[in-house]
C-alpha cells in the first residue's frame, strides 16, 4: 500500500472510531438528558395541577397509550429517581422503566408491575431492603409503598405479577445485577401501598 494509502485507511479508522465513541456516549448520554427533560416537564405539570382548582379530582385512566409518560418512581434511601412510561419493550426501557399495561395504574386496586434493566436506571435495587419506602408519583398524587418482600425468580415464573386485592407495586429487573450478557433470573420486590390514597400536598410542593 501506498503512503497516500495508508493516510487514507488511517483517516477512516479515525472516522469509524470518533463514529463508535459517539455512540457509545450518546447511548449513555440520552437515557440521562431523556429523563431530565421529562422530569421537568412533568414537575411544571404537577404545578399546574396543584394550582388548579379541583372539587372532584379526576378518575385514573383504565389504559395509556404505549410511549405515554405514566408518573415519576422514587426509592429515597437509595437516591433512584426514575421516569415511568406505559409499555414494557427495548425501546421504552431504553429510556425509561416500564409500567406493564396488563396492570393497573397506580390509584387503583390491585398489583402495579414496572420493569427496569438491572445495568441501567434499576441498578440501585440491588441494595433495596425491607421497608423501604417507595413513592410513585403521578398527576393525581404520590402514592406511598413499603418493601414486603424480595425473590429471585426464573423469567417464566409470573405469578409473580398475579392480581392483588389490596393497592400492591411489583418492581422487576433482572439478576444478577453484575452478570455479563442475558441475566438467567429476575429480582422481583413487591411492596403494599401504605396510604389510603395519593399524597396530593407532598407532589404539589415538590
Known sequence: ????????????????????????????????????????????????????????????????QRGALVGR?????????????????????AEAVGHLPSSPLPGTPGNVAVAGHRDTFFRPLKNLRLHDRILFTTLRGTFEYEVESEKIVRPTDVSVLRASAEPTLTLVTCYPFYYVGSAPK???ARARQVAPGPLVERASLQ
Open 1 to 64: 500500500m501506498t503512503g497516500r494509502g495508508w493516510r487514507i485507511a488511517e483517516a477512516l479508522c479515525l472516522i469509524g472510531g470518533l463514529a463508535l465513541l459517539d455512540l457509545y456516549i450518546w447511548s449513555r448520554a440520552g437515557p440521562v438528558i431523556y429523563q431530565a427533560w421529562e422530569n421537568g416537564l412533568f414537575q411544571r405539570a404537577i404545578r399546574q395541577a396543584a394550582i388548579t382548582p379541583r372539587l372532584n379530582p379526576p378518575a385514573p385512566p383504565q389504559r395509556l
Open 73 to 93: 418512581l422514587e426509592v429515597p434511601r437509595l437516591g433512584l429517581t426514575v421516569m415511568v412510561k406505559e409499555g414494557s419493550d427495548e425501546e421504552i426501557l
Open 186 to 188: 429476575r429480582f422481583i
